[in-house]
């Protein structure tokens, strides 16, 4: 979708940043990492009039940039480029680099203006657009944690928490809700706030985690389910650019250390009927018949997306007892130990908190996967059984996969997937991960050299 009046928007950006000289398009691909060109600010219309170009291969790389030919998307198709298109509300400022830059988002599509399938965007829009068929309309928000880490490694490699802004003191401590964690990454946490209200990113509550340096933004839910994940692309941008600034990094690794808490993607869900009504309301703190459907299809299915919620090999790293992650599709209110969580709300916020995705999930593909099961669950009227109450770790079988084959195979063989995300997506993606897991399983890491060298 281009913006009706190309030249009025840049016209609009202009006279509110008259310096902006580049422009930054980006284009998220199929691990939510951004990836574009930085263009000077006189390129822009040819953007808007279609003439931005990237090959489909961006949606055939592995978390390294590396193509996985064996999507068809390189060399087997010459590399072809596609024309992208500007997403509209999405040319804004960059306050956080010292040029005077911009930046846009874009959506890929095939040149008879068609959306690409490949582009996880599209793959969202599809599945809302099966909501908007039943008269309904889903309401998002997302909240991703990450932690600050220092630019310096250990000696082994590995990350490390930074120096305190104020105190200069390296952490290695848990502590969850600190306000002296929170004192003192306030300068970062302030200058991400304003970030955010600069690129129209609606961020509430921000919180200090568990772990040294490990923080939470939340974002307002919004009525549009593909903007919701816009704005979560912007803020990671976001986060990145604040950690450079003040001298460290940012990382939304689910798992960066072994003996600490792993960073989620938690996604809150609401569904609003032609009149506006949450039809998940309820007096009952269960939620209405409709969430419970809703609730049934999620459970159903959540096997079948885990390749999406943990789309790495260190996401698998997080799935560990009473840590805060759900080992099976199990649900309850008021209980952070389910993988389906009803908050405790009034009757006209009653919504579902999908807390199993790592912080690396692409954002567009979990709201897929999730709005998709929540349409399934409520068109079959699905029974989710029984809520838990109580240690959601005890007495729950039925255990997720939680290796990446064993996702990978529960992903390629899943008609649920086929039938909302469409065949040729389910293949693209699949195979993009099956080549990054091949890849990773041919290192020999520092452990194996441990472990193994003198056997």
């Not at 582009?119 to 599809?126: E, G, S």
């Not at 704005?231 to 990671?236: F, G, S």
């Not at 390749?307 to 199990?330: C, G, Q």
Request: hydrophobic share 40%; with cysteine.
């Amino acid at each position: 979708m281009v913006a009706q009046n190309p030249l009025a928007e840049i016209a609009s950006h202009l006279d509110r940043y008259p310096d902006t000289r580049f422009v930054d398009v980006l284009l998220a691909d199929s691990c939510g990492i951004p990836r574009g060109k930085r263009l000077t600010i006189e390129e822009l219309p040819g953007v808007y009039r279609g003439g931005f170009l990237l090959p489909g291969s961006m949606f055939a790389l592995d978390v390294l940039g590396d193509t996985i030919q064996a999507t068809g998307l390189g060399f087997d198709e010459g590399d072809a480029d596609r024309p992208c298109l500007p997403l509209p509300g999405s040319l804004l400022p960059v306050p956080w680099v010292r040029e005077p830059v911009a930046q846009l988002q874009v959506a890929m599509h095939e040149r008879d203006g068609s959306p690409f399938f490949g582009d996880p965007r599209h793959v969202l829009a599809n599945v809302v657009d099966r909501f908007t068929q039943l008269g309904l309309q889903p309401v998002v928000a997302i909240e991703l944690e990450f932690y600050f880490v220092d630019r310096e490694r250990t000696a082994t490699g590995a990350a490390q928490p930074p120096a305190g802004p104020e105190s200069g003191r390296r952490e290695h401590r848990i502590q969850i809700n600190s306000m002296s964690d929170l004192d003192e990454f306030s300068p970062l946490l302030s200058e991400i706030s304003s970030y955010c209200g600069i690129q129209r990113v609606p961020t509430g509550t921000a919180l200090a985690e568990y772990g040294p340096g490990q923080y939470e933004v939340n974002l307002h839910h919004v009525a549009d389910a593909c903007l919701a994940c816009d704005h979560a692309i912007r803020l990671k941008r976001i986060v990145h650019g604040v950690a450079m600034r003040h001298g460290m990094e940012a990382t939304f690794m689910p798992k960066p250390y072994a003996d600490m808490a792993g960073s989620g993607a938690h996604i809150h869900v609401s569904l609003l009927d032609r009149s506006g009504r949450n039809v998940f309301a309820s007096e009952d703190p269960a939620g209405s018949e409709a969430l419970r459907h809703a609730i049934g299809g999620l459970a159903a299915h959540m096997a079948d997306s885990m390749l999406v919620f943990a789309p790495t090999i260190n996401a698998y790293r997080r799935f560990r007892p009473e840590a805060y992650v759900p080992l099976t599709a199990s649900w309850g209110v008021n209980n952070r130990g389910v993988a389906l969580r009803v908050p405790v709300s009034d009757a006209d916020n009653r919504r579902i908190e999908h807390r199993v995705a790592g912080a690396d999930a692409n954002p567009y593909l979990l709201t897929a996967c999730v709005l998709a099961a929540m349409l399934d669950g409520l068109d079959k009227r699905l029974d989710p059984g029984a809520p838990v109450n109580g240690n959601a770790y005890r007495n729950t079988p039925d255990l997720l996969p939680h290796t990446w084959p064993d996702t990978l195979r529960a992903f390629r063989q899943s008609t649920f997937i086929r039938e909302y995300l469409g065949a040729d997506f389910q293949r693209l993606y699949s195979t993009t991960r099956h080549g990054e897991f091949r890849s990773f399983e041919a290192q020999v890491s520092p452990l194996d050299h441990q472990w193994y060298l003198r056997c």
